[in-house]
């Protein structure tokens, strides 16, 4: 098999990037992207100068402040955000149709369009400079024969350089990395290996694929194969559904609270469900009710950090639903929930990929349900339904017009 090309491209410390650029008088500063000290909720992105003090994408925010007490805290604006990527993902397009992108980072498999450029290196920096240059973000770009390779020539160049593995100097590349810069490896492995005096990728070499087997299970397989930069997983280009969206009529108009967070909590639930098998995360919440006169109102909320699991979901739009029951009079005679701005998260993570509790709960009550049906696992709220629809055990509730849109 010929040799590819992949060029991985990170966006160094993208919020706080375009902060920075709408007000220079930032640049230079610890900024900190997420909210303001005292709120809930983590920090989504910490330029150069906070990550000096310790703070890290995903920190708390209190946390954050703690650390970091003269940082500057700013809310941050997806909507903007937003115009920067999709600039970011036209002008990378240009150079091959092979491109899977997240909000601020991207793969480009340039190996189909090697007729069009004489040096994939000197390819690779002119994009560079061109996102540089066009969008005023410093990026970070690395370049080799797969996306592991890539990923891992992108962390040696950050921030704001270029790194080309090249063939042959694979091994000597990956030799003296520690184990954590392997994607997905996560803190529980690290502390196994870590037993068995394995700090170094090199280290994983000596250990035959059957122990880390029976250490990882399958996922030792992948560690062995990741320890020793062999990587065949194509870039997934495949589209994304713009949104998802479940809403439902409801048998006559409802008025009690109760129940219509019932219905919601029950909608979440469903959205939430190819939300998982699809492994996308939602940037865009909407709540929308239509009151017994037919008007319809709608109501969403733009998240920074994006969200799946139902939890997390149902606390935004059960907010969001509050805000625009409270200041009604009437009934209600439908409700419906949608995320969109979806995108793929953390495309590499390999194994321990999900290290919040509520997203591996997410993934265990999935497995229930493949066995035994959506109706097997129900939340309280949930059950609240019972006395209203009929129940099935496959397919959950009937309710009266599942609109089930993608
Ligand atoms: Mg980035």
Same mark, same amino acid.
């Given at each position: #098999?010929?040799?590819?090309?992949?060029?991985?491209?990170? +966006?160094?410390?993208?919020?706080?990037?375009? &902060?920075?650029?709408?007000?220079?008088?930032?640049?230079?500063?610890?900024?900190?992207?997420?909210?303001? @000290?005292?709120?809930?909720?983590?920090?989504?992105?910490?330029?150069?100068?906070?990550?000096?003090?310790?703070?890290?994408?995903? #920190? @708390?925010?209190?946390?954050?402040?703690?650390?970091?007490?003269?940082?500057?805290?700013?809310?941050?604006?997806?909507?903007?955000?937003?115009?920067?990527?999709?600039?970011?993902?036209?002008?990378?397009?240009?150079?091959?149709?092979?491109?899977?992108?997240?909000?601020?980072?991207?793969?480009?498999?340039?190996?189909?369009?090697?007729?069009?450029?004489?040096?994939?290196?000197?390819? /690779?920096?002119?994009?560079?400079?061109?996102?540089?240059? &066009?969008?005023?973000?410093?990026?970070?770009?690395?370049?080799?024969?797969?996306?592991?390779? /890539?990923?891992?020539?992108?962390? =040696?160049?950050? @921030?704001?350089?270029?790194?080309?593995?090249?063939?042959?100097?694979?091994?000597?590349?990956?030799?003296?990395?520690?184990?954590?810069?392997? @994607?997905?490896?996560?803190?529980?492995? =690290?502390?196994?290996?870590? #037993?068995?005096?394995?700090? $170094? +990728?090199?280290?994983?070499?000596?250990?035959?694929?059957?122990?880390?087997?029976?250490?990882?299970?399958?996922?030792?397989?992948?560690?062995?194969l990741q320890s020793r930069g062999i990587d065949s997983r194509p870039l997934v280009v495949a589209s994304i559904p713009k949104s998802?969206?479940?809403? *439902? *009529?409801?048998?006559?108009?409802?008025?009690?609270?109760?129940?219509?967070?019932?219905?919601?909590?029950?909608?979440?639930?469903?959205?939430?469900?190819?939300?998982?098998?699809?492994?996308?995360?939602?940037?865009?919440?909407?709540?929308?009710?239509?009151?017994?006169?037919?008007?319809?109102?709608?109501?969403?909320?733009?998240?920074?950090?994006?969200?799946?699991?139902?939890?997390?979901?149902?606390?935004?739009?059960?907010?969001?639903?509050?805000?625009?029951?409270?200041?009604?009079?009437?009934?209600?005679?439908?409700?419906?929930?949608?995320?969109?701005?979806l995108v793929r998260a953390r495309p590499l993570s390999l194994f321990e990929p999900y290290s919040e509790r509520s997203e591996r709960?997410?993934? /265990?009550?999935?497995?229930?349900?493949?066995?035994?049906?959506?109706?097997?696992?129900? *939340?309280?709220?949930?059950?609240?339904?019972?006395?209203?629809?009929?129940?099935?055990? $496959?397919?959950?509730?009937?309710?009266?017009?599942?609109?089930?849109?993608?």
């Amino acid at each position: #098999m010929k040799r590819r090309c992949i060029v991985h491209i990170d +966006i160094d410390a993208f919020f706080a990037a375009v &902060e920075e650029l709408l007000d220079p008088s930032l640049k230079g500063k610890p900024v900190i992207v997420g909210g303001l @000290p005292h709120e809930r909720g983590v920090a989504s992105t910490a330029s150069y100068e906070a990550r000096r003090y310790g703070v890290h994408a995903g #920190m @708390p925010l209190r946390k954050a402040y703690q650390l970091c007490p003269n940082g500057i805290f700013v809310r941050g604006n997806y909507q903007i955000y937003k115009t920067f990527s999709k600039k970011f993902f036209r002008l990378i397009s240009q150079y091959t149709p092979d491109v899977e992108a997240s909000l601020d980072e991207a793969y480009l498999d340039l190996t189909r369009c090697r007729p069009l450029y004489c040096s994939f290196s000197r390819t /690779a920096r002119e994009i560079k400079q061109r996102v540089e240059k &066009e969008l005023g973000l410093n990026v970070s770009v690395g370049v080799g024969p797969n996306k592991i390779l /890539a990923k891992l020539a992108t962390s =040696q160049a950050k @921030p704001s350089g270029f790194f080309e593995i090249r063939q042959g100097e694979e091994e000597a590349f990956l030799k003296d990395l520690g184990i954590e810069c392997l @994607p997905g490896i996560g803190p529980k492995a =690290q502390v196994i290996l870590r #037993m068995l005096n394995i700090h $170094k +990728i090199k280290d994983l070499w000596g250990l035959p694929r059957a122990s880390l087997r029976s250490f990882f299970g399958l996922n030792g397989d992948e560690l062995y194969l990741q320890s020793r930069g062999i990587d065949s997983r194509p870039l997934v280009v495949a589209s994304i559904p713009k949104s998802i969206s479940r809403e *439902t *009529t409801f048998l006559e108009d409802l008025w009690d609270r109760r129940l219509l967070l019932a219905h919601l909590a029950y909608l979440c639930d469903r959205l939430t469900l190819p939300l998982r098998k699809g492994r996308l995360f939602a940037h865009i919440i909407e709540v929308k009710v239509r009151y017994s006169d037919f008007r319809t109102e709608a109501r969403r909320h733009l998240l920074l950090t994006p969200l799946q699991e139902m939890e997390k979901i149902y606390k935004v739009a059960q907010e969001l639903f509050l805000k625009l029951f409270s200041s009604s009079r009437l009934s209600l005679r439908l409700v419906g929930v949608k995320a969109s701005d979806l995108v793929r998260a953390r495309p590499l993570s390999l194994f321990e990929p999900y290290s919040e509790r509520s997203e591996r709960l997410g993934l /265990a009550v999935d497995e229930v349900r493949a066995k035994y049906g959506f109706g097997s696992v129900l *939340t309280v709220r949930e059950k609240m339904l019972e006395s209203l629809y009929s129940f099935e055990k $496959k397919r959950g509730y009937v309710l009266k017009t599942a609109s089930l849109t993608k």
